[in-house]
């Protein structure tokens, strides 16, 4: 068995702004990070004549402007947090050519370090680099360089800096590694999926259940609001595809389809879709496992609570199930859609929707196992190649199918006889990893291969 997995279920969960946690969030996080490091050589230094440069690599470079990188970079530097940003600030921010942006420091009022857009390279692939999403932070003074920092942006929010080991987490009581793992955990000791997520949670952060409570309610409510101002928003996305948003349309619409499955069918996309468009908008959303694929399991918590009259502790059941195959998919594979293309975005989401359902609805370990394998399987080898390097098209749609696909696979896994399933959940992350490997670069968040470069009328 390899390395237990540590990671929490606020890591997988988190707030920020859209339209992408790997050029969005993690950029800002890893620009925070730098300016803490400038922060703790202050007296050292007179930050006369100084300036900070930014290196993006891979496809912070490729399609960094349209994932809004390099105003996550700026926020960060200026000592925002992904968390508790204001979006509109930071939508704002670069967008008059020429601006010269101040970078201050509170227990410093003096220092101060000025910053306009000529500070942000953006240098294309580089493939001596050891992940392709790199960014490098350079400060320096008259031209010598006082600091430098290399960070990686390795998918769904998460950061890793060059050089830095990741701070250490205790071992958690049940520990596991995949799913082969967490169903012997499960044998062995008689606990649910639930009570093997939270006391792991609690092990690992040190926070108490009711503090997990409290931040899964959050994130719940979170995702609720991005479905409710999504359906609220109608009007044209930011940049120049100039494509209008559909939610509110499809969601007013939906009323004229058939009562019973066209009208729950036609919600459902409705929600995912006006998620996703509030990430593309650059709007708080919870990364799910990442902000692209935002959307997919707001939409069918919002379902859940609308239609079926799901109540908190079902959707934290729900939460924790989806959070244990993100945990197994990243653990094992991957959630980048720089490094497996959608399938490990979307795809991954749509698996973490479908063991959400089944395992709020109550099945059993084997069903939940089943639905997420077969809402990941469906999705193997799907690639990313966003349109303008806008999280728009396919991103948005995508969300939606996936929401879908993630009800079918619960259905299946609901209906179906469990003992005739042949692919583990396992296997099919294994082969997600294997067919991300294989898969070209041009269909990894490159904007350089297929609707990319095929959608004319875009
Ligand atoms: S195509 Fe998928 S992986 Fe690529 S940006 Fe869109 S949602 Fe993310």
């Known amino acids: 068995m390899g390395e237990y997995i540590k990671t929490s279920v606020f890591d997988v969960f988190k707030?920020?702004?859209g339209?992408?946690?790997?050029?969005?969030?993690?950029?800002?996080k890893a620009a925070l990070d730098f300016r803490h490091s400038v922060q703790d050589i202050l007296s050292d230094t007179t930050l006369n004549d100084a300036a900070v440069d930014v290196c993006l690599y891979g496809s912070l470079s490729l399609t960094g402007e349209g994932h809004g990188t390099h105003k996550a970079v700026l926020g960060g530097l200026m000592g925002w947090a992904p968390e508790t940003c204001d979006c509109d600030r930071l939508l704002a921010l670069l967008d008059e050519p020429g601006r010269t942006y101040e970078i201050t420091f509170a227990e410093n009022p003096e220092k101060k370090i000025l910053f306009t857009a000529a500070n942000i390279h953006f240098e294309g692939n580089d493939d001596s680099l050891p992940f392709q999403n790199t960014v490098?932070?350079?400060l320096s003074e008259a031209g010598e360089t006082v600091l430098e920092k290399e960070y990686y942006s390795v998918g769904g929010g998460f950061i890793r800096c060059k050089g830095e080991a990741e701070a250490e987490r205790p071992d958690p009581p049940y520990g596991y590694?995949?799913?082969?793992?967490?169903?012997?955990?499960?044998?062995?000791?008689?606990?649910?999926?639930?009570?093997?997520?939270?006391?792991?949670?609690?092990?690992?952060?040190?926070?108490?259940?009711?503090?997990?409570?409290?931040?899964?309610?959050?994130?719940?409510?979170?995702?609720?609001?991005?479905?409710?101002?999504?359906?609220?928003?109608?009007g044209i996305l930011p940049g120049p595809i100039g494509l209008m948003r559909k939610a509110q349309v499809l969601y007013k619409n939906s009323a004229k389809l058939e009562p019973g499955n066209g009208l729950l069918l036609g919600h459902l996309n409705a929600f995912a879709m006006a998620a996703s468009e509030e990430n593309a908008a650059g709007r708080k959303v919870v990364t799910a496992p990442t902000s692209g694929a935002a959307g997919v399991i707001p939409g069918i918590i919002f379902l859940?609570?609308?239609?079926?009259?799901?109540?908190?502790?079902?959707?934290?059941?729900?939460?924790?199930?989806?959070a244990?195959?993100?945990?197994?998919?990243?653990?094992?594979?991957?959630?980048?859609?720089?490094?497996?293309?959608?399938?490990?975005?979307?795809g991954v989401a749509s698996s973490m929707a479908a063991a959400f359902v089944a395992h709020a609805n109550g099945l059993s370990m084997k069903q939940v196992e089943n639905a997420a394998e077969i809402a990941l399987e469906h999705h193997l080898g799907?690639?990313?190649?966003?349109?303008?390097?806008y999280v728009q098209i396919p991103c948005i749609e995508r969300n939606a199918v996936g929401a879908v696909t993630a009800i079918n696979a619960y259905i299946l896994a609901a209906a179906g006889?469990?003992?005739?399933?042949?692919?583990?959940?396992?296997?099919?992350?294994?082969?997600?990893?294997?067919?991300?490997?294989?898969?070209?670069?041009?269909?990894?968040?490159?904007?350089?291969g297929g609707l990319a470069v095929c959608c004319v009328s875009c």
């Open 417 to 448: 006889d469990p003992a005739r399933q042949k692919v583990t959940f396992d296997e099919v992350v294994e082969a997600m990893m294997e067919t991300g490997r294989d898969m070209s670069k041009k269909y990894k968040e490159t904007s350089r």
């Open 177 to 234: 590694s995949d799913m082969n793992g967490l169903r012997k955990q499960m044998r062995r000791t008689g606990l649910s999926l639930s009570e093997i997520m939270l006391s792991n949670e609690a092990a690992i952060t040190g926070k108490s259940r009711d503090k997990i409570f409290a931040g899964l309610d959050d994130l719940i409510g979170i995702m609720c609001g991005a479905v409710e101002n999504g359906l609220k928003t109608d």
């Open 15 to 17: 707030t920020g702004p």
């Open 382 to 389: 799907m690639t990313c190649d966003p349109v303008g390097g």
């Open 304 to 322: 859940l609570k609308t239609h079926y009259k799901a109540g908190l502790p079902q959707l934290r059941d729900g939460m924790l199930a989806a």
């Open 324 to 346: 244990a195959i993100a945990f197994i998919a990243k653990h094992n594979a991957s959630i980048a859609g720089a490094e497996v293309g959608c399938q490990g975005e979307v």
């Open 19 to 28: 339209p992408s946690s790997s050029h969005t969030i993690g950029p800002m």
């Open 136 to 138: 490098r932070f350079r």
